[in-house]
Every structure is written in C-alpha cells, then in structure tokens.
C-alpha cells in the first residue's frame, strides 16, 4: 500500500512571498491532519479535514494559512505572506478515521526555509 | 487542557541494553489513546505502540512495550535490546477532542552506542 505522499520536499523562499504544499493521503483514509514541526519541538497541528470538511483549524493563523481538501482526497497547505517563524517541517498525516485507536500514518514531510 | 510531558532532552544506551523513556500526560477526558511515534534524522514519523485508556494490559509490539500507569498518568516506552538503528527523536503522543486529534510532547532524543 502507498504512504502519504507529500511535495515538495524542500522549499526555500523569502518572507512575504507565497508558498503551498501537497499532500496525498493513503487510499480511502477520510482523516487528514497537516501539522507544523518547528525545529526541537513536537509537531503541532495546523488543521484536521474529516472527509472535505474541517473539524479542528483552532491553531491555523488564519491571516496567513489557508488549506483545503479537495473532493476528499489531495490537500493543500498555504502559505501568503510567509514570515520568518514559518520556517519548519510541514507534516501531513492521513487515518482511517478519528476514533481514539487510529494510528495516524505520516508523509516524509516538507522543509520550509524562510529567508 | 491536555498536555504531554517528557523530560529527558536526550539519552543514551550501550548497543543490546534496554531504555526508557519517560512521558506523563494530563487530560480530564476518560477516554484516550497513548502513541509513540519514532522520527529518524530522514525525518518522517513512524509509529511504534499504541495505549487505549481502558487497556488493562501494557501494550507491546516486538522490542517496544509500553508502561502504562494510569493513576501516575505516565505512559513509559522501553525499548529492549537496543540497536544502532534506534538512534532517532523518540515523541510521546496523546488523543484530545472530540476529533481526537494527537498532541505531542517535545520528544527525547535517544543515542545508541556501540
């Protein structure tokens, strides 16, 4: 069975430019999860999608990111303008669904440098 | 809210030692999950156990159990025979939410050596 897949891998660009990421789930996972991993810490999570809709963007920055899910399958992450405190590991994550006992099953992940 | 705790920064163990690593948890909800998840330096998340609240027993999964002690809120990993391939940043994770969404802690960074 495929992973999650993510792209890209890395990304360097400049505060106030834009950025978006990719992330493609493992086949017939409704739950996905895009988290935010800055350097030395635990992965914190931006945004979980239960199918095409959003059920937890308590910790998106709102002004800044933005994400959608489309037609329940793919995602993408957004970021316009990227500030320096950006820079950090973005983390996809995909599972069968949200009960308590659901491993969540993680993408390699795209490293963000922001400039 | 709830939070996971772990206070070991780094560790380190002889090559066919066993380790643990520390976790406590705080949550009010009486249904949760405990993982633990392993990140080498590549960088991807890798499951390893899982701790349902409601389990009686500690959970193991070839080399890797779980110490679960529901009235300390600790839910330590212990790895047994460690190996060179073990060196990694280990993370401690819980279920919160209605969507049971995971929360990590900080992770501990374990170094196996030879």
């Known amino acids: 069975e495929a992973g999650v897949a993510q792209s890209p891998r890395y990304k360097i660009i400049e505060k106030r430019q834009s950025v978006a990421f990719w992330c493609n789930p493992i086949?017939?996972?409704?739950?996905l999860y895009w988290y935010q991993q800055i350097l030395g810490q635990g992965p914190k999570l931006l945004i979980q999608?239960?199918?095409?809709?959003?059920?937890?963007d308590s910790q998106l920055p709102k002004d800044r990111f933005s994400a959608e899910r489309l037609k329940g399958v793919d995602s993408t992450l957004k970021i316009q303008p990227a500030k320096l405190e950006d820079s950090a590991v973005y983390l996809c994550?995909?599972?069968?669904?949200?009960?308590?006992?659901?491993?969540?099953?993680f993408g390699p992940g795209t490293r963000l440098t922001v400039t | 809210a709830q939070k996971i705790t772990q206070t070991q920064p780094g560790m380190f163990v002889q090559e066919k030692e066993a380790v643990t690593l520390d976790c406590t948890y705080d949550?009010?909800?009486?249904?949760?999950?405990l993982f633990w998840y392993k990140q080498p330096s590549s960088g991807e998340m890798i499951f390893l156990i899982y701790?349902?609240?409601?389990?009686?027993q500690n959970a193991t999964e070839g080399r890797y159990s779980l110490n679960f002690q529901k009235a300390r809120k600790s839910a330590n990993l212990v790895i047994s025979a460690s190996q060179l391939g073990d060196s990694a940043m280990y993370f401690c994770?819980?279920?919160?939410?209605?969507?049971?969404?995971?929360?990590f802690g900080a992770g501990t960074r374990l170094a196996v050596h030879p």
């Open positions: 994550a995909s599972s069968l669904g949200t009960g308590i006992s659901y491993e969540q099953y």
């Open positions: 086949s017939g996972h409704a739950t």
């Open positions: 999608f239960q199918n095409n809709g959003v059920v937890d």
């Open positions: 949550t009010s909800d009486q249904s949760y999950g």
């Open positions: 701790q349902g609240s409601y389990d009686e």
């Open positions: 994770a819980m279920t919160a939410g209605g969507y049971n969404k995971l929360i």
